[in-house]
């Protein structure tokens, strides 16, 4: 996206125009719409899933909509002067702002879980996006990690818990969990579970004790992030989610106890670091954090019936923060201040912007005539009330009071600082701050003193938005003068305590850097690569055959502890048949092959292993098999022969047990598995159907045969394409240049009497390959066989000959071999599919099997095998006998 | 099933897996081999005389298993070749500091 420069310095007025339509809009369905019914909208997404696209408007969403888009208007119109439009990454932050913006009102209107997690998810994935908006700076990256850690920690929890809720009551709309309950009940596990998951999610996101540390390290990001994301909105959404799942909780036995515990402590914890922070932006974060602990309290201690003025609080906490984010901006801007230390005598530099600074900090203090003491009344109100009539609330109590304190003291050193402190150094502006910059804090200073005189306005806004279930079903009265009472002594005892509080501690400022959990955060952050690094180098090697073992090592456990542990449905007999021999042959063979160290012995050892191994498919009356195991021992014997020619054999003197133990275990874990083939008898059934139906429904009387060409053929096929990618490896691995795969001759046994008779003894093997290939639909034979046969006589020919005379050999290239094989193979294919109306579905021409496509695909895998066997084995050759050749 | 094919199944695995799990490229390539010979050995104790003649399921299986057996250890062979290129050592380097020098 390329932007004129003339355009980005627009960006933010075009943003807060935007933000300004989608406020109008929220007004309009506030006053017009609301006051009658909850609005609902709902599409069909992932119906198996429960998952709909479902929104609903009712109160709670639109005032959180309202404070959205409200302070998205003043928050991109203070940007648009506050940040610099020259950089070229300002399309980006305007980009992510509005897409921050699009996805809070997306969370706070949807009525689907998962849709709201998605929401919420963008949410966070744009924070860490605008913290790390300054990414060349080394914090901002930490601290944007650090936040994007925490809460996505927690929304994988609120996804588990929503998983949850939704097996458990079969839907995932809000309105209808709230209105179901958890159906298992509220003493059972999964209760108990799916309130942890949720307030855990909560917990990260509205930055509660003990995840609350990410919130001050996110005041890297630029201050209109600060102002709209991290005081105003996003760390709201917590709020909003405990606002709109209050209900499903409200009757289990721990809710009170662990919601109150953790945002009491959140409370004390937020507001003693305000006390002691120096960074401005800091204090409000600390400040935020101690916020949105009341907060939360205040839905973990309402009643069943409701509670009431929660909107009283979060409005008035959105104007005062808000508005000295603004400020603190402005003045790390105009007068490089970030330090409360600095600000001595602001007063008499900047006027109207101390004036504007003054009114914020009395809403947050909560002096009388601004909404900060509204909020602050009913909430010493409620402290009175639970006090009477709950003994159990006494701690809510004192966290209470303690959090007033607190909150009162460091409003008070904001005050103290900026107008009764004498500072020595010289306050030296820079440049004067742009009026514009001013108007959106005004504004909000101006509406904290607005409703904090007029608090008719606030009560009709705590009305209209009030909803079933969460409100208290009277109306709320909000009111200036109460007379004097209690609730005002237990106020102005909070004055004078705070203010003598912060007397008390005023000189201890270094304190809260003890207590920066996120340095320790960083640090077992920063040491995760080290361990992990450290575990993988316990279990993994860079050698393969190292890592091998483990692989034997899980078999063995695996499949070796169910060998033992199941029941064993074939005997062991000591019967002695033809067959032992051969099987005692085998066995002697083997042990040779362990303790013969000679490349050449083995080789021979091995080979002997083949032929066995071919005498006993004989005796196992599998003569198909032992045909193409005698061809494939000849072409392996070939490979190894020539393999030999090129390494140079090494001794390995190494004693290992391990690898003795592994194999020794391994080979009896293998041999054991015959003991479970019971399940033999389904088996015994497939394999009576293709001998009985063989003749009749693939005209072949070879059922070995018609199995692979026939019923079987599209699993032949995958088959004959591996030896294809077989062949085309080996080629790549071992072929230096670009040259066609065309055998060439080296006279590598030039016995004269070999090379006279090898053209005879090669015709004789072309015939008998064509012989078994036609053959092979009734008897023992078929392409596999024959193209083996055609391959092994072929590449002999080639070593004895001097000059190849062999057919055309020497003009055939292989490539074109093997591949159009697999076209015939395929071409059969298409022939049934059209003439028989299924891939690979035999047909015939009148009734003779040579003349269907079974025969074609049996002749496609001799062509195939006779060009890939060939390639192989001259690629081999020709790489291993270069030398000989030159 | 007899003790026999028991101890032949046992033996060719066992020294099969031993070579497999060894630092020479070629007792590699012959344990692959062994094994793949061993497994056929093995499927076909899964055909059993049924009536009319032998059970060719298992058969048909093996057949294809024989020749694909021959393209892996081809595919391997010529997998050592390329690597021992220079060298023609027959040891597997253990590490990749190894495999430079």
């Known amino acids: 996206m390329l932007l004129p420069k003339r355009t980005q310095s627009y960006l933010g007025l075009l943003s807060a125009f935007s933000a300004l339509l989608c406020f109008g809009i929220v007004t309009h369905f506030s006053l017009n719409v609301l006051p009658f019914e909850p609005v609902y909208f709902s599409v069909d997404w992932f119906p198996m899933g429960y998952v709909k696209f479902s929104l609903l408007a009712d109160g709670l969403a639109l005032f959180f909509a309202l404070l959205i888009t409200g302070m998205g208007v003043l928050v991109f119109y203070y940007a648009n002067f506050f940040m610099d439009s020259t950089d070229s990454k300002i399309k980006y932050f305007y980009c992510y702002m509005n897409l921050f913006m699009g996805a809070m009102l997306g969370a706070v209107f949807s009525n689907n879980l998962l849709v709201f997690f998605l929401f919420w998810e963008i949410t966070g994935v744009m924070s860490y996006l605008l913290i790390s908006y300054h990414y060349e700076l080394h914090e901002a990256r930490v601290a944007s990690r650090m936040a994007f850690l925490i809460t996505s920690i927690g929304s994988l929890c609120l996804l588990v818990g929503i998983i949850i809720v939704g097996v458990l009551d079969q839907t995932l709309e809000i309105a209808e969990v709230t209105q179901r309950g958890i159906v298992s009940g509220e003493h059972s596990f999964w209760f108990f579970a799916v309130m942890i998951l949720f307030l855990t999610g909560i917990a990260t996101k509205s930055a509660q004790y003990p995840f609350y540390f990410w919130l001050p390290e996110a005041m890297t990001a630029p201050t209109p992030v600060s102002a709209y994301l991290h005081s105003a909105t996003m760390v709201k959404l917590g709020v909003y989610l405990l606002a709109r799942v209050y209900v499903l909780f409200i009757d289990g036995s721990l809710w009170f106890p662990l919601v109150t515990t953790l945002s009491m402590v959140t409370v004390i914890i937020g507001g003693f670091l305000a006390l002691f922070a120096t960074s401005l932006k800091r204090i409000l974060a600390y400040a935020t954090i101690s916020q949105l602990g009341f907060f939360i309290s205040f839905y973990g201690m309402g009643d069943p019936e409701g509670i009431q003025y929660d909107y009283i609080h979060i409005f008035n906490h959105a104007l005062y923060k808000g508005s000295l984010f603004m400020l603190v901006g402005i003045l790390a801007h105009a007068a490089s201040i970030k330090e409360v230390t600095q600000l001595g005598g602001i007063y008499k530099k900047l006027p109207i912007f101390s004036v504007i600074f003054a009114v914020s900090i009395a809403a947050m203090a909560g002096v009388p005539g601004t909404t900060g003491f509204l909020s602050k009344e009913l909430l010493v109100k409620d402290v009175i009330l639970l006090f009477k009539e709950e003994p159990v609330g006494a701690f809510v109590v004192m966290g209470l009071i303690t959090g007033l304190l607190f909150k009162v003291a460091f409003s008070f050193r904001l005050f103290y600082y900026a107008f009764l402190h004498r500072n020595e150094q010289h306050i030296h502006i820079q440049e004067r701050p742009n009026f514009n910059l001013l108007i959106p804090p005004l504004l909000l200073s101006s509406f904290a003193l607005i409703f904090g005189i007029w608090p008719g306005g606030l009560e009709t806004l705590s009305n209209i938005y009030s909803i079933e279930g969460l409100h208290k079903q009277e109306l709320a009265e909000v009111a200036l003068w109460h007379g004097f009472s209690i609730n005002l002594a237990v106020s102005a005892c909070l004055f004078a305590g705070g203010i003598l509080l912060f007397y008390g501690v005023k000189h201890f400022i270094t304190l809260h850097e003890k207590f920066r959990f996120a340095q320790y955060w960083n640090f077992i952050v920063d040491q995760l690569p080290d361990w992990s690094g450290w575990l993988t180098s316990l279990v993994h090697s860079q050698n393969p055959q190292k890592n091998l073992r483990w692989v034997f090592t899980f078999l063995i456990i695996l499949v070796g502890s169910t060998v033992v542990y199941l029941d064993r449905s074939v005997v062991l007999n000591f019967r002695f048949s033809l067959i032992s021999l051969l099987e005692v042959f085998l066995i002697v063979t083997a042990l040779m092959l362990l303790f013969v160290k000679q490349p050449v012995g083995q080789l021979i050892c091995l080979s002997l292993i083949g032929f066995f191994v071919t005498f006993y498919f004989v005796l196992k009356e599998a003569p198909d098999v032992a045909i193409t195991q005698m061809l494939v021992e000849v072409a392996t014997l070939f490979v190894f022969v020539l393999l030999l020619f090129k390494i140079k054999p090494q001794r390995d003197k190494k004693t290992d047990p391990i690898r003795a133990i592994l194999a020794l275990f391994g080979g009896l874990t293998v041999a054991s598995l015959p003991f479970f083939n019971g399940g033999i008898a389904e088996g015994d059934q497939l394999g009576l159907f293709y001998l009985q139906n063989s003749l009749s429904a693939a005209l072949g009387a070879n059922p070995v045969n018609t199995i692979l060409v026939d019923f079987r053929g599209l699993d032949t096929l995958g088959e004959i394409s591996v030896i294809i990618v077989s062949a085309l490896s080996v080629a790549a691995l071992l072929m230096k240049r670009k040259e066609p795969l065309i055998v060439h001759n080296i006279p590598l046994i030039p016995t004269p009497m070999l090379r006279a008779i090898m053209p005879a003894i090669c015709s004789a093997a072309l015939v008998f390959s064509l012989y078994l290939l036609v053959r092979g639909h009734n008897h023992p034979g078929g392409g596999f066989a024959g193209g083996m046969n055609v391959a092994i006589s072929l590449v002999l020919a080639s070593m004895c000959m001097r000059k190849s005379r062999i057919f055309l050999m020497d003009r055939l290239n292989l490539f074109y071999l093997m591949m159009g094989g697999l076209l015939l193979a395929l071409f059969s294919g298409i022939i049934s599919t059209i003439m028989s109306n299924g891939f690979m579905n035999s047909y015939y021409i009148g009734h003779i099997s040579l003349l269907g496509t079974p025969f074609l695909f049996d002749l496609g895998i001799f062509v195939l095998i006779i060009g890939s066997v060939t390639s192989i084995l001259y690629v081999i050759r020709e790489n291993t006998l270069r030398e000989v050749n030159r | ?101």
């Open chain 2, 1 to 101: 099933m007899s003790v026999f094919t028991f101890i032949m199944l046992a033996t060719l695995f066992g020294v099969g897996f031993y070579l497999i799990l060894g630092r020479r490229y070629i007792e590699v390539l012959f344990g692959i081999a062994l094994t793949s010979n061993a497994v056929n050995l093995l499927l076909i104790h899964s055909s059993q005389s049924v009536e009319g003649g032998v059970d060719p399921l298992p058969q048909a299986l093996i057949l294809t298993a024989i020749v694909i057996g021959f393209g892996l250890i081809s595919f391997f062979a010529a997998y050592i070749l390329n690597r021992i290129e220079n060298t023609s050592l027959d040891l597997i380097p253990e590490t990749q500091e190894e495999e430079k020098e």
